[in-house]
């Protein structure tokens, strides 16, 4: 999503999850509830071992549910250790596991809904009372129920996405301020993790880091316009100190 110049994507930034821990703890059990889901990819795969007939759907399925197991199993140790690569990887994935994630589960809710209609036997005769058959009012219910608990986990997904993306942000700006205020060799890309130029922007790690930043990027960094005067300053500062030593 590409926001117009001036503009920043300003989001529900949580400080805490559920308000009974830290943001790096909600984040380490997310992860760890999201390697216990893709991990279902698997057993989904052996199945096919045991000569289980699945829908080009379900294998799709349980083939990306591997490689995302293996891009968690990846970036879960770095969550601790606020390594920023890793950690924004984690946030775009679990983004992109969520759509993906809701896609699969809209298609499957369909085809079950549609399956239920074509199998679902004889019709009974309507009540006399009501005008409506006992399965049709069954149907509903059971429609009903499907729909409040897909509802309400989405609305669980989202929140979970929001805690992820605010402890991927303050990894990055801590990050980034830490880098200002001495770790970067070169003042006029302390502010700008994973620049051409700097150690973590070689390579495919830099590249890769590189266009997750391009998109919100005001939101990872924590604000950028603020963050462009905040760089101004540092490098004015750095060089008034060299003509004062020199």
């Keep these: 999503m590409l ?3 001036g503009v920043q994507l300003q989001l529900p ?3 805490t999850f559920l308000g009974l821990m830290s943001l790096q703890s909600g984040a380490e059990m997310i992860a760890l509830s999201f390697v216990f889901n893709k991990a279902t990819g698997l057993y989904g ?4 071992l045991t000569g289980f007939h699945l829908s080009a759907l379900q ?16 970036c879960l140790p770095h969550i601790r250790k606020q390594t920023p690569f890793q950690n924004l990887a984690f946030a775009w994935l679990y983004i992109v596991d969520t759509v993906i994630n809701t896609a699969y589960t809209t298609v499957f809710a369909v085809s079950w809904y549609l ?7 004889p019709t009974p005769p309507e ?15 059971d429609t009903t129920a499907s729909t409040s608990f897909i509802v309400l986990f989405s609305l669980i997904r989202i929140y979970f996405v929001l805690v992820i993306m605010a402890y991927a942000q ?4 801590q990050y980034r301020d830490g880098r200002q205020q001495g770790w970067g060799e070169d003042p006029e890309l302390a502010g700008k993790p ?5 150690g973590e922007g070689e390579g495919y790690k830099g590249k890769i880091g590189r266009a997750m930043l391009s998109v919100g990027r005001g939101y990872w960094l924590g604000g950028q316009k603020q963050d462009d005067e905040w760089a101004k300053n540092v490098r004015s500062k750095f060089r008034s100190h060299k003509v004062a030593s020199a």
Excluded at 59 to 74: E, H, N, T
Excluded at 194 to 198: H, R, S, Y
């Design 3 to 5: 926001l117009p110049a």
């Design 13 to 15: 930034r949580p400080k």
């Design 45 to 48: 795969l052996l199945a096919i």
């Design 59 to 74: 294998l799709s399925m349980y083939i990306y549910s591997v490689v995302a197991l293996g891009i968690i199993a990846y």
């Design 115 to 121: 399956a239920s209609g074509r199998t679902g036997g």
């Design 127 to 141: 009540s006399a009372d009501t005008g409506v058959s006992p399965s049709a009012f069954m149907k509903a219910i």
């Design 170 to 173: 303050q990894v990055m700006v």
């Design 194 to 198: 994973f620049a051409e130029g700097t």
